[in-house]
Each structure stands twice: as structure tokens, then as C-alpha cells.
């Protein structure tokens, strides 16, 4: 059963692993991820952990592992077509039938990345020599330095009907193309027209370096004040943030969330590297799991007015379920973070982020919003919404100290508080153990299975091609990078050898790779063992220099036979180099 990388990245979207793995077992928070009692061997504590930023689960007591596809085809012992037709019936999808047009799709994506990029470089070039210069004036009043303009890629869409249109068909890309890349419409005659026109550009580019898309914006008060391109076979406004090409990069497990294209490229020529934006619409949690992947800890600085605020709400939200630390920052005497840095500029900036607010003392705040206070009613309103707050802080040390904050404030004794909140946490839990329990089969023997045996007589090089693997699915944008120092010739071990291939040849053929794309190609034994790489290596710190040492090991394999280093040699070697 072949099915296109699209149809799984929706399938896995639309059954998220926490859920379906609770409707089997009692899964239980723990920080980020969740642990439960494996369901494939006999236990009496927790050894099971989802990953959450992973969408992927492992057991560290028998080796089980995978992604939602491996856990249906373990707990209800399906092959790979049923489990994935299980999962499409779970949450109402059709799964699509083998035909030709997978081909004519992943051709279609591969002619709109070129159309991309030509159109960027055609923006850029009409931005820096073309005959109208409102481009480059707007940047200018916006405090933007040439190097900033060239760092990312600004344009200017030039006040013509096709001119855009007219240079892509001169290089061989058809209407229909150019139409499905949103960088051109028809008019009601039928003619091609270029969608942008008149507008300051900003590329938008994923973390491999893809142009997958644009957005727009006017140059005085005419609307709409931002145009972005819609959703396209390789765009999808809810799943990428702008600047994170560049974010990623960042040294630091804090991201800096802003509204707007401006406000991020202002805040990164600031000094301030690991700053994204979502792209015109709020934050949705396939966007907060990106950034789960990077950061530990998100700041929000949304702009000051009533929909800044309102959306910052709903982003908390959404980055408490993938396990973030979320911050806000208060800008007073600005109401963006671009207008902040232009009148006290970038070190009182700083000096505003290492002083951001934590999430729930901001959400505490808002429950006072429209309340008399002065008034009973006011107070037992103040209180039911901060109720729910409180029961909703996932740390039992942090919900102590805002239950006494919170009771001082509406003047009630703090014991009295705490045992309302006690209440509520209780039926909560009964009624998410209802929905944990619902369905449960019963639990299943594992019996375990020698998956790479010639790791056994090639420890140190069996590490060393894991780790490698493991740096992959860390940072699959490196695949590229990584494959040419270290193609899968010089992997040692079968099983290695074939697990690195299969990662880059999906790691090439898709826009986003996940854990489910190997899962039919890989047994639910071997797809455990490839879990396994991950999760055993998540508390190692891995940078390319440690790369580099592997792969060295594996070419002197055969040279220094009599020189091997042991299991621990090799460990403190990749120590030194991360301290370095």
C-alpha cells in the first residue's frame, strides 16, 4: 500500500497520539510528554513515554515504539494498509487510491518552488534597480538596513497588470502553474494577472530553504493592508511561521512570538535572532508544535491594543498543550515591538524580555476584566474565573503561590480557595479517566526480537551511525547537508544503513517529514528501534561537530581496527567537542 507523504502528515494531524494512545491506557502528564504502564508488557510503574513534539512513543522497559500508525498496528494487531484505514475512519478521513496523479502532484510542488524563488529574486531585483523607488523609500522609514533588506529577501511587486506573469511564462511554467502558486489570477475575460501588485514583499521560507510563499503589504492606508498567498499544494498559512529559517538557528530555548512581518524584522535587526511570526492568521497548534521543536520557552509580544491581547489568550493555550513556557511582555509608551526598539531601543528590549510576565499571572489579570470589584458579584465572578485558571496550572508549586496570590486579592482565606480548587481537579481527573479508560483492550505480551544484530560484534560504530541518525530526525533540514559528507555506503550495519536511507529519501521527497513516513516501510519491531535512537539520545546535546566525529569513526572503521575506542571513550569524545 504506497500512500502519498500528504495524506499521512493529515492522518497523523487528525489523530493525535496522546489521544488514541488514552483511549487505550491512563496516560499521565509528566512536564511535556506523557507516561502510562506500557500496554505491550507487564509493569507495575509508568516506562512508556509520548513525545509530544515528536507525535512519536517509546517504551524504555521492552523497546516498543513508533508513531500512531505502529501503536494501532501493536495494540490491535493490524498490518500497515489497516491500521492506516482505521485511523482514517477514527477521524472521518478517505484514504486516497494509488493513481498517476501523485506523480503529477510532486511534480507540481517541485515547478511551484522554482516559480517561487524566481519570483523572489524578480521582487528583489524590481526592489533594488527597478524604476520605482516607493519600495525602497517605505523600508527606509522603517529603519531597515540594506544588510536586513538582503538578509531576507524584501521585494517590491511592481503597479503592472502582468509583468510577474509575462517573465515566469518566458521561463516555461504554464497558466495553470503560475495560477496554483497563487502568484498569478484570471479576471473575468481570462487573462492572466499578477496577484501581486504595488506591494512591499516578504519571501516566506521554510527551514529548508524553500520559498513556499508570500506576503504583501501597501505602502499607505488602502485595503487589504497585507495580502498573503493562500493555501497551496506546497503553503499552508497554519503550519509555517515567518523568520524561522532564521530562528532556528538561535542559541538560546526562547522564542520571541510577534504579530507581524515588520515586527520581526525589526526585532531581529535588533540583535535578537530567535523571533517568529505566524502568517496573518492566529496561532494554531501545528505552529506551536514547530516551535515545541526549537524552544522550551515562548514570549509573547503581540501589539498592545484589544485583538493583540485577545489573540495572546488563545496562544497561551495552545502552548500549554505542547508543554511551553509562556511569557508576555508588557511594552509601555509603544504599541508594537518595532516601535518599542525605535524609541528606547534594542537593550531596553532585552531588558523588557528578561522581565516578561509568566502566562498565568497574565491570564489572572485578565479574569478582572469588566468586573465591579468593589461589589460581591463582582468578587464571585473574579473568583469562578479564576478558579479555572488555577486548576488549569499544571505545576502543584505555581498553583500554591498564585491560590495564595488570588485569595489575598479577593480577600477570601487561602485554605478555602485551595479546597474549591482541590474539588475541581478531582472531577477533573475522574471525568479524564473516563475518557482514558474508554475502550481499553486488554494488555499485550512483548516478545523481543534482535533488530540490528551486527551491532553486537560494531558497539562503538553502531553508536556512532545511531547518533547520526538520530542528529536526522533532530534536524531534518540537515539532511541534505549531512548525506554529502556521509552517503549510506559507509554505514556498517544493515539495519543503520537502512534506516538512514529511508530518512533521506523521505527527508527529500517531502515537505514535512514526520515519524509516520516510514512507517510502511518498516516493521512495528523496527519502527520501536528507531524510536528508540530518538528517545535514548534526547538528553544528549548534539551539534555537527559530534556528527562529524561519527562519521568519522565509521570511515576509519577499517583502518584503525586495532585503535578502537571504547563505548565511553567515544561518549567523552563527543562530550569534549559540545564543551568546546
Known amino acids: ?134 519600495g525602497l523609500q517605505y523600508f527606509a522609514q522603517r529603519k531597515l538596513t540594506p ?78 493592508k497585507y495580502l498573503n498567498t493562500a493555501d497551496t499544494p506546497v503553503f499552508y ?25 515588520m515586527d520581526v524584522i525589526a526585532v531581529n535587526q535588533a540583535g535578537f535572532e530567535n523571533v517568529v511570526a505566524t502568517l496573518g492568521t492566529a496561532i494554531t497548534p501545528d505552529q506551536a508544535r514547530l516551535i515545541s521543536h526549537y524552544a522550551e520557552e515562548v514570549i509573547i509580544a503581540y501589539d498592545s491594543d484589544g485583538a493583540g491581547q485577545k489573540a495572546t489568550r488563545k496562544a497561551i493555550n495552545h502552548f500549554a498543550d505542547v508543554g511551553l513556557r509562556t511569557k508576555i511582555i508588557h511594552m509601555e509608551g509603544a504599541k508594537d515591538p518595532d516601535e518599542y526598539i525605535k524609541k528606547f531601543g534594542a537593550n531596553r528590549f532585552r531588558m523588557l524580555l528578561d522581565g516578561s510576565d509568566d502566562a498565568n499571572a497574565f491570564m489572572l489579570d485578565k479574569c478582572e476584566d469588566g468586573l465591579d470589584l468593589s461589589s460581591d458579584m463582582g468578587k464571585v465572578e473574579l473568583l469562578k474565573r479564576s478558579a479555572a485558571v488555577l486548576a488549569g496550572i499544571e505545576s502543584p508549586l505555581e498553583r500554591e503561590i498564585y491560590i495564595s496570590r488570588t485569595a489575598k486579592k479577593c480577600d477570601i482565606p487561602v485554605q478555602v480557595l485551595k479546597t474549591h480548587i482541590e474539588d475541581i481537579l478531582r472531577s477533573n481527573r475522574r471525568n479524564a479517566r473516563k475518557k482514558e479508560w474508554h475502550n481499553i483492550t486488554s494488555q499485550v505480551t512483548y516478545k523481543r526480537d534482535e533488530i540490528n544484530p551486527e551491532a553486537v560484534e560494531l558497539r562503538k560504530e553502531a553508536k556512532a551511525e545511531e547518533t547520526i541518525i538520530y542528529y536526522i530526525l533532530r534536524f531534518p533540514e540537515e539532511a541534505d547537508s549531512v548525506s554529502k559528507e556521509a552517503p549510506p555506503e559507509i554505514f556498517l550495519t544493515s539495519f543503520n544503513k537502512r534506516v538512514y536511507t529511508a530518512l533521506l529519501n523521505r527527508i527529500a521527497a517531502s515537505d514535512r517529514f514526520t515519524l509516520s513516513l516510514l512507517a510502511d516501510e518498516f516493521t512495528a519491531e523496527e519502527m520501536g528501534r528507531i524510536s528508540g535512537i530518538s528517545a535514548n539520545n534526547r538528553d544528549f ?19 584503525n581496527r586495532s585503535g578502537d575506542l571504547s563505548d565511553q571513550d567515544l561518549t567523552d569524545l563527543f562530550k569534549s567537542k559540545i564543551s568546546k
Open 541 to 559: 546535546t548534539i551539534d555537527r561537530n559530534v556528527v562529524t566525529d561519527c562519521i568519522a569513526v565509521l570511515k576509519n572503521h577499517k583502518n
Open 237 to 261: 498559512k497554519g503550519s509555517n511561521l515567518f523568520s524561522m529559517n532564521f530562528a532556528k538557528n538561535s542559541n538560546t530555548k526562547r522564542l520571541i512570538l510577534c504579530e507581524g512581518y
Open 1 to 134: 500500500m504506497q500512500i502519498n507523504d500528504e495524506f499521512l502528515y493529515r492522518l497523523r494531524e487528525a489523530n493525535p497520539i496522546d489521544t488514541v494512545f488514552g483511549s487505550y491506557v491512563n496516560i499521565i502528564r509528566r512536564g511535556r510528554n506523557y507516561v502510562c504502564n506500557c500496554p505491550f508488557h507487564s509493569e507495575k510503574t509508568p516506562s512508556c513515554t509520548i513525545f509530544m513534539e515528536t507525535q512519536s512513543f517509546y517504551c524504555f522497559g521492552c523497546g516498543a515504539g513508533g508513531d500512531v500508525i505502529t501503536f494501532i498496528m501493536k495494540i490491535e494487531n493490524l498490518s500497515f494498509p489497516e491500521a492506516v484505514t482505521l485511523l482514517a475512519q477514527r477521524s472521518g478521513l478517505e484514504v486516497p487510491q494509488n493513481d498517476p496523479r501523485d506523480a503529477m502532484r510532486a511534480k507540481l510542488k517541485t515547478r511551484i518552488y522554482e516559480m517561487n524563488r524566481l519570483a523572489a529574486n524578480f521582487y528583489y531585483t524590481n526592489l533594488i534597480k527597478g524604476n520605482n523607488k516607493a
Open 147 to 224: 544588510q536586513t533588506v538582503k538578509k531576507y529577501g524584501l521585494g517590491f511587486a511592481p503597479d503592472s497588470w502582468d509583468l510577474l506573469c509575462k517573465y515566469l511564462t518566458s521561463k516555461g511554467y504554464s497558466e495553470d502553474e503560475i495560477i496554483a502558486a497563487w502568484l498569478g489570477g484570471r479576471n473575468r475575460n481570462g487573462k492572466l494577472f499578477d496577484m501581486f501588485r504595488n506591494r512591499v514583499m516578504f519571501p516566506i521560507i521554510d527551514t529548508r530553504g524553500n520559498v513556499l510563499g508570500f506576503g504583501g503589504r501597501v505602502m499607505d492606508d488602502s485595503k487589504p
